[in-house]
């Protein structure tokens, strides 16, 4: 999932309405899901229709009246940002900016979807792309409507009827599309972002409601929210965690995910983290001979003498301290395909099951589902193959399968990629088959595939906005390879008003349940059994859970307890709770009826020290008399919890007796 971003509102900015052309076009990813038996548009289906599509474009500079833009006075190119539309000026198609490669102010590459292919199933021939070639790259307002305005020369009523009516029909400011690997939540649900990921509300995780499912899907891997409060989904002042962690005001109004060192109140809960934009050049080894020049990095100006190497290169972007944005000078990527090596079948595939080990992580190929739809027959296609290995977690491995009935694997560090066929396919027949890589294979791929040796620049940024480069002698793109883009994208967070995550109190049943709760600084648990059978109220700081009052604090917390014993009653008898810092005054014995058995005795106490307060000496119950001591002692506990005492008789072989036990402290 990628942002939306609906609020860039800012004052005397106007809106951005570029205008360009399409001067190349390729589907970049097939949609690999189908919505039922009968989808004849995803990637397997009788007609598969692209999902996204890279575009290259020509811009033109929009002109405006404004000198608080990037560039005053002016949009163009380096102003394109992912999260932004782009509509074809024909007819209104509208697709969904997911990525910018590389982009200049006069030319822009960058990768567009079909958001919930609505282009597809739109159109009865399942074209998700205009025809055309002119279009117009525009944002969203805070209500997630397009501001076109003011409308260019070119699109008639057709292109403001469609766009009109596409974002009436489907708001994304109302239903939130996010990311949620293998989910199977159904409509209705209510979701809460909490414990690093989103689920369905528990008891728990009620605290951290964001809203309810209003879509389950698109495929396994998206839901689609109705929140309960607004998202805010591309401000990179907000800092990201992982889902469910909760962000602070500090005594500056600035933001933190430390509780501890804020002013206690939550202002946002995180929905999804950011994912970084990473921009890695294509040039090996890089070093600049020239004269001396200047470049300017997201509007911070980095000076280069003209004679740096790689790592001083990246030296003195880092020492110019661009906002955000780090350089480092990484192996360059190891990269091992399909088809480098003969197939044995001519395609990519193999019956199941097999396995191999990559780089000694061990591999089982056992799903035919897209091998099956695309070829009639239990094979692994290349769509299996990557989902298999995914499952592996094999460290610093890309799996690549766009849909083309290719395979690709990257190791990201440049490491060798070494791989051992370790079970064959069956070649269908139940006969010893082939392995998954070698010559000859199911695969093609080779089973070494040595470490890199070269090194390339990469800037990252974290928080997941744009790097834009200003480079007007282009001696730094060219050398590096390295190009302004977004690839990533900030995080998205939940806005916590309107009774979201305000200080409250939650009644749970007893003090396991109370530790499971994911609470925020004020946040109060009302417990009904504390452990000692009655309920007691605590107060969430931050840290920890303090008690503010008990049952036995509710009262005037300076009591007496008595319980009366007659022979042929339990000999164990719960006396009364006393709460933490309080002091047993006395506690005395009163027998009204002598016991018939010189060696009965009474003892006060708790579980685990039952004569504490009253030792078998302290009466001589085969006597009538009142007998005390006076302990003097003080109740105490780490977790808060009152102090529990009991009697204790020992009735020996009394066959009468009664006694009335009380204890009083203040």
Excluded at 217 to 243: A, C, L, M
Excluded at 550 to 556: D, G, I, R
Aim: a negative charge; proline letters at 5%.
């Amino acid at each position: 999932m990628l942002p939306f971003r609906t609020n860039e509102i800012e004052l005397n900015i106007p809106p951005k309405v570029i205008t360009g052309s399409v001067t190349a076009s390729s589907v970049s990813n097939y949609w690999i899901y189908p919505n039922g038996d009968d989808d004849k548009w995803w990637l397997l289906g009788s007609s598969p229709r692209g999902w996204q599509y890279e575009f290259t474009l020509s811009i033109n500079t929009q002109s405006h009246g404004s000198h608080l833009t990037r560039k005053p006075f002016e949009y163009n190119g380096m102003d394109v940002k992912v999260g932004d539309w782009m509509a074809f000026t024909g007819d209104g198609i509208c697709l969904k900016i997911v990525s910018v490669s590389s982009k200049q102010e006069g030319t822009v590459t960058l990768i567009a979807e079909d958001y919930q292919r609505y282009n597809t199933f739109k159109s009865s021939s399942g074209n998700p792309i205009s025809g055309g070639s002119d279009c117009i790259i525009f944002e969203l307002q805070e209500s997630g409507l397009p501001i076109i305005d003011p409308l260019p020369t070119g699109p008639g009523d057709k292109f403001q009827s469609n766009v009109g009516a596409r974002f009436a029909r489907q708001n994304i400011r109302d239903n939130f599309e996010l990311y949620l690997a293998n989910n199977s939540l159904t409509k209705g649900e209510v979701v809460s972002a909490a414990n690093g990921t989103i689920s369905a509300t528990t008891c728990s995780t009620a605290a951290n409601m964001i809203g309810f499912v209003s879509m389950p899907g698109p495929g396994p891997d998206y839901v689609t929210i109705r929140p309960h409060n607004r998202f805010i989904d591309y401000d990179t002042t907000i800092p990201s965690g992982n889902p469910g962690d909760k962000i602070y005001l500090t005594d500056d109004n600035s933001l933190t995910l430390d509780g501890a060192n804020s002013c206690g109140k939550t202002a946002f809960i995180t929905v999804n983290s950011a994912i970084p934009t990473v921009i890695t050049g294509t040039v090996n080894n890089p070093a600049f001979a020239t004269s001396a020049f200047s470049i300017k990095i997201n509007d911070t100006t980095v000076n280069f003498t003209g004679t740096e190497t790689l790592v001083q290169i990246g030296s003195a972007i880092n020492t110019a301290n661009v906002p955000g944005v780090e350089a480092s000078a990484p192996q360059e990527n190891s990269t091992a395909s399909s088809g480098t090596l003969s197939l044995a079948y001519g395609l990519v595939g193999g019956y199941v099951p097999f396995a191999a080990t990559i780089n000694g992580v061990a591999v089982s190929f056992t799903s035919d589902f897209y091998g099956s739809a695309r070829y009639g027959v239990p094979v692994a296609a290349p769509e299996d193959m990557k989902l298999a290995i995914d499952a592996a977690n094999v460290p610093n491995l890309e799996v690549s399968a766009p849909g083309d009935a290719t395979l690709t694997l990257t190791e990201l560090n440049g490491n060798a990629i070494t791989i051992v066929n370790t079970q064959t396919d069956n070649t269908g027949t139940g006969g010893s088959g082939v392995g998954f890589a070698g010559t000859g294979s199911i695969t093609g791929i080779p089973l070494n595939t040595s470490a890199t040796s070269t090194f390339r620049l990469r800037l990252t940024r974290a928080d997941g906005g744009p790097i834009d480069i200003y480079d007007n002698s282009l001696v730094f793109e060219t050398i590096t390879g390295v190009t302004s883009g977004q690839n990533g994208r900030p995080t998205v967070v939940a806005a916590v008003y309107d009774g979201l995550r305000q200080a409250s109190t939650t009644v749970i049943a007893d003090i396991t349940d109370r530790d499971l709760l994911t609470p925020a600084v004020g946040d109060m648990a009302y417990v009904l059994d504390d452990g000692t059978g009655s309920f007691a109220l605590y107060l969430w700081d931050g840290s920890a859970w303090r008690q503010l009052a008990t049952e036995e604090s509710a009262q005037v917390d300076a009591r007496s307890y008595e319980i009366n014993y007659s022979v042929g009653d339990p000999t164990t008898i719960f006396l009364g709770n006393v709460s933490v810092d309080r002091k047993i005054q006395s506690v005395s014995a009163d027998v009204t009826v002598a016991f018939d058995d010189a060696t009965a005795n009474v003892l006060v106490g708790t579980v685990g020290d039952p004569d504490l307060l009253f030792d078998a000496t302290a009466a001589e119950i085969a006597v009538v008399d009142t007998y005390f001591t006076h302990p003097e002692y003080f109740t105490a506990n780490v977790a808060g919890q009152d102090t529990p005492f009991y009697v204790t008789v020992d009735p020996q072989a009394a066959t009468v007796g009664n006694v009335t036990v009380k204890i009083t402290y203040v």
